[in-house]
């Protein structure tokens, strides 16, 4: 039974589509159908030694890696993350979520993972924004695959200048992001995926994860929400 008020409320401020910000139709969420198909999903998840993975060939170990989709500088998926990031429309998180978590149990690539943890944001820029951006999307890659989110394990101790406007170059030259391992004891022994927003060099999370290997008998898979190219 459709509830009044809700009917009501969306006649006077409909739900819009997060890219073409046209109205959505029941049973969309976040997205409307027609920019979905529109979006560069990479099909990493199916792919081993895909582009992710090889981005870290010799500096960090890494037993899997994925992202959803591609990055294309003012493409719709920037568009996407620019309104989950700064616009706090955590709905997109929740639908690329879904949207990985289940590429990911279809592949079968992914096992024995354990947990998951989530690039932490610097305390100032937390307190500024809010919320971080990926905890709607890790909760619901949580449920999907079944295993924890934990939280509050890693925090970030600098904070760097946005990487928004950056070429990749300038990003490789900047790395000023420092991360610190606080509870050593509740990852021993751990497969954790680790998971961000947008990989461009991935400095950050290398950074992250040569904090995370610091406890006892780690492996580190890695999800994205996009790759550059």
């Known amino acids: 039974m459709i509830n009044p008020l809700h009917y009501i409320f969306n006649l006077f401020y409909p739900e819009l589509c997060s890219i073409c910000e046209n109205q959505l139709v029941k049973g969309e969420k976040a997205i409307c159908i027609n920019c979905i198909s529109d979006l560069p999903v990479t099909n990493f998840c199916n792919l081993a030694n895909n582009n992710v993975e090889i981005s870290f060939y010799g500096r960090i170990p890494i ?82 695959l079944d295993i924890p989110m934990i939280e509050n394990v890693l925090i970030k101790v600098s904070s760097s200048q946005t990487q928004t406007k950056k070429n990749r170059f300038d990003r490789s030259v900047n790395i000023t992001e420092k991360f610190e391992l606080l509870d050593y004891e509740s990852i021993k022994n751990k497969h954790i995926l680790l998971i961000d927003d947008i990989i461009t060099t991935g400095a950050t999370l290398e950074a992250c994860s040569i904090q995370l290997l610091q406890s006892e008998n780690i492996k580190i898979s890695i999800a994205t929400m996009s790759y550059t190219i």
């Not at 890696?65 to 620019?82: N, R, W, Y």
């Not at 997109?92 to 978590?101: H, N, S």
Request: glycine share 8%; hydrophobic share 35%; charged share 25%.
């Open 63 to 144: 037993e899997e890696a994925t992202s959803l989709f591609f990055f294309h500088k003012k493409g719709k998926v920037q568009k996407l993350i620019h309104q989950l990031k700064y616009k706090g429309n955590q709905q997109i998180g929740t639908v690329l979520g879904d949207w990985l978590g289940e590429n990911m149990i279809l592949s079968k690539r992914f096992k024995d993972l354990d947990c998951i943890i989530a690039v932490p944001l610097h305390s100032n820029k937390l307190k500024k924004r809010g919320y971080n951006q990926l905890t709607t999307f890790g909760q619901v890659l949580s449920q999907k």
